[in-house]
């Protein structure tokens, strides 16, 4: 999957609504993936009042459909969210395609521990599950582990949290969850 344009950054809703429909227009887009977690019928609106707005004004001509609005459903917690990208990015499943300096800066220094949300991770995690669902499934990450063993339960990691390992479809636990969509 390439990553081609990045039109991503602090906005107001009015404004990224309207940079995600001129984007997916420029591109001639079929979907614009929205985080499903926060906002929900708010992204969907937003899209729809830019898209018309757009037209009005004459950026998009009358006769071009605007692109369907898919819910991406995100793990909670941008470390959750964006590790299993990453992943994709070492397996060489997701690449940039051009340069990107603000939005491969926040993937390159961005720690879990950081007090800043960086929003192009976010947008970028929410296209990528969108376009790669599979992405979003089967990674678990835990609280650390008890420092001393827990008497009568068994060893595993995953048992002391109450959880299994897994894929979906085997009967253990997957992954689930959404952001910004394509922009």
């Known amino acids: 999957m390439?990553?081609?344009?990045?039109?991503?950054?602090?906005?107001?809703?009015?404004?990224?609504?309207?940079?995600?429909?001129m984007l997916a227009y420029r591109t001639n887009a079929a979907i614009i993936y929205v985080e499903w977690n926060f906002g929900r019928d708010m992204c969907v609106l937003a899209i729809q009042t830019s898209w018309e707005m757009l037209q009005n004004e004459g950026m998009i001509p009358k006769n071009v459909l605007m692109p369907s609005i898919a819910p991406v459903r995100a793990k909670q917690g941008k470390l959750l969210r964006a590790e299993p990208i990453a992943q994709q990015m070492v397996q060489d499943k997701v690449r940039f395609?051009?340069?990107?300096?603000?939005?491969?800066?926040?993937?390159?220094?961005?720690?879990?521990?950081?007090?800043?949300?960086?929003?192009?991770?976010?947008?970028?995690?929410?296209?990528?599950?969108?376009?790669?669902?599979?992405?979003?499934?089967?990674?678990?990450?835990?609280?650390?582990?008890?420092?001393?063993?827990?008497?009568?339960?068994?060893?595993?990691?995953?048992?002391?949290?109450?959880?299994?390992?897994?894929?979906?479809?085997?009967?253990?636990?997957?992954g689930g969850g959404g952001r910004r969509g394509r922009r």
């Open 97 to 174: 395609r051009g340069v990107f300096t603000d939005l491969e800066r926040e993937w390159a220094t961005w720690q879990p521990t950081d007090p800043d949300s960086p929003g192009r991770i976010d947008a970028s995690c929410i296209l990528v599950y969108g376009l790669i669902p599979d992405a979003n499934d089967g990674a678990i990450v835990h609280a650390p582990l008890p420092k001393a063993p827990q008497p009568g339960r068994q060893a595993s990691a995953a048992f002391r949290y109450g959880r299994q390992v897994g894929t979906p479809g085997t009967g253990t636990a997957g």
């Open 2 to 21: 390439l990553v081609t344009d990045d039109d991503s950054g602090p906005m107001s809703s009015a404004e990224w609504s309207s940079a995600a429909c």
